[in-house]
């Protein structure tokens, strides 16, 4: 121990195993979504947090979820819509965290419908009525249907500051933990989902998002206090731009024309 200082440890310690959170703006709703969960088990050792939209939008979807992130004490987040019925106990979710674990111990983000490619796509949920099942679960996916996301708290996952409203912060979320080394599954646990959500909002919100992301993975010069380099996702771009000669004439060019 390093006296006068907090010392961290390899291990956080969580007063909570689950923080059940959702953004609500229908109380009754958000009551039945709640009476679900605890019928099902989720009572001792479980927080329930909220974001109060019932008199407006106070908080994005976005919003909300960062301050989740901040506020939560759960070892697990599990952030759900108001017209989620859970239909499984809660030991099944923590023995299916427990098998995710095993499987790939660098997962962060799951939950119950996502994709992975093109036209690939797993399901495990009561879809407003339609049982819809995949094999192969747990899948490993690039994007989460936002019914329910369930997060590690150990990870430290964020969710992006320059985006807002209520859409594609699930594919979001999956793509920060991509950035951050870890990855994001489908997994069998099962809920009903009672609607199919707002899709022209979520149609009218894809360019923006797109936009964002543009601007997120675009190629860039990096200079550091000791060195500098060309940085994208292209292996022979990074080959090509990281050349003492290309740099020079890079840096000349820039002098030029500024």
């Not at 996502?114 to 679960?137: A, C, E, Q, T, V």
């Not at 060195?227 to 000669?245: D, E, I, Q, V």
Request: charged residues 20%; aromatic residues 14%; glycine residues 6%.
């Amino acid at each position: 121990m390093v006296a006068g200082s907090v010392n961290i440890t390899q291990q956080k310690k969580y007063t909570h195993l689950y923080s059940i959170c959702c953004i609500v703006t229908n109380e009754q709703e958000y009551a039945a979504m709640k009476n679900s969960f605890m019928a099902y088990g989720f009572t001792d050792r479980c927080e329930y947090i909220v974001a109060d939209n019932i008199s407006g939008n106070t908080f994005s979807a976005y919003d909300a979820i960062r301050r989740f992130l901040q506020d939560a004490s759960g070892e697990y987040l599990v952030i759900v819509h108001q017209d989620v019925r859970c239909l499984d106990k809660m030991n099944v979710l923590t023995e299916k965290l427990q098998q995710l674990q095993q499987k790939d111990a660098d997962w962060a983000v799951c939950g119950n419908a996502g994709g992975n490619g093109y036209k690939n796509f797993f399901f495990h949920l009561d879809d407003n009525g339609r049982i819809r099942k995949s094999d192969g679960l747990p899948a490993k996916v690039t994007s989460l249907d936002e019914n329910m996301l369930i997060i590690k708290s150990g990870a430290g996952l964020s969710i992006s500051a320059d985006i807002g409203d209520f859409h594609f912060y699930g594919t979001d979320i999956c793509q920060v933990a991509d950035f951050l080394g870890y990855q994001s599954y489908v997994i069998a646990f099962m809920v009903q989902h009672l609607s199919s959500g707002n899709l022209d909002k979520m149609y009218a919100q894809q360019p923006a998002f797109i936009e964002q992301y543009g601007r997120k993975l675009r190629h860039r010069f990096i200079q550091t206090s000791c060195t500098k380099f060309y940085l994208s996702h292209s292996k022979n771009k990074n080959r090509f731009y990281n050349n003492g000669f290309i740099f020079f004439w890079v840096k000349a060019f820039n002098r030029m024309f500024k």
